[in-house]
């Protein structure tokens, strides 16, 4: 007998189909059924994956405008069983230190950062995040709010769809750079930009600058801005 979802994988391919119908071996048929299951398996953990029914959010608030809107967003996913975790001086802000965890710990297995504040909040988000490779989703609290996505009053909605899976993922370019001068070596990463400048008045400094690891030119100049296409904006 063969399973009608084993049978249209194989009708796709019409040479296992033959040896399948050509051999009494059923070591081979059982080796083609359990090709079949583990395709089965493979799908139903990426629906899994897509379909969040618990859930860990970190949040990342402006200190000085997310309060209210971080102790309802809180309360929200708690009362579905989500776990929710800030980092410490956040958690005062909010008034729960039992959601406080150090900035190491705070992105390590969680599904979701979401950045409550402007565009500057949203960068330190974008740095806690990166190591864990977390999306990060922006809420806008700021003036300008070019790299937040959701205003105050979709949150909820906006949290709804990431659970359902009925999202999108957006991958954004960083920049590591690493420094090398008389006092060694200092390494840095960003999401918008990398700045080198002179640190004394009246001089300009000489910059030998190199990409992926081979050099690319050198500049004299008071300084030098390496931007991404977000921080281009």
Same mark, same amino acid.
């Given at each position: 007998y063969v399973f009608p979802r084993t049978h249209r994988r194989l009708r %796709?391919?019409?040479?296992?189909?033959?040896?399948?119908?050509?051999?009494?071996?059923? %070591? =081979?048929r059982g080796r083609l059924h359990d090709l079949h299951w583990r395709f089965l398996r493979r799908t139903i953990a990426e629906r899994t994956r897509r379909i969040r029914l618990v859930s860990t959010f970190a949040?990342? +608030?402006?200190?000085? %405008?997310?309060? !209210?809107?971080?102790?309802?967003?809180? !309360?929200w996913l708690r009362e579905r069983g989500h776990e929710v975790r800030v980092v410490s001086e956040d958690a005062?802000?909010?008034g729960d230190p039992d959601l406080a965890v150090s900035a190491d710990e705070l992105c390590i297995g969680a599904d979701l950062v979401l950045s409550l504040g402007g565009d500057g909040t949203m960068l330190r988000a974008v740095d806690l995040a990166a190591p864990e490779d977390v999306p990060v989703l922006g809420v806008n +609290?700021?003036?300008?709010?070019?790299?937040t996505e959701v205003e105050p009053s979709g949150v909820r909605m906006a949290l709804k769809r990431f659970l359902a899976g009925s999202y999108q993922l957006e991958e954004r370019m960083r920049l590591d750079a690493v420094v090398t001068d008389a006092d060694g070596e200092r390494r840095s990463?960003?999401?918008? !930009?990398?700045v080198g400048e002179k640190s004394e008045m009246g001089h300009t400094v000489r910059l030998e600058v190199g990409l992926d690891g081979r050099p690319f030119t050198s500049y =004299?100049?008071?300084?030098?801005?390496l931007a991404t296409p977000t921080g281009s904006t």
């Open positions: %796709r391919d019409p040479s296992l189909l033959a040896v399948y119908h050509n051999t009494d071996d059923w %070591r =081979v949040l990342v +608030l402006h200190r000085g %405008r997310a309060g !209210e809107l971080a102790r309802s967003t809180v !309360e005062a802000v909010i +609290l700021g003036q300008l709010g070019y790299l990463s960003a999401l918008n !930009e990398v =004299v100049a008071d300084g030098l801005i």
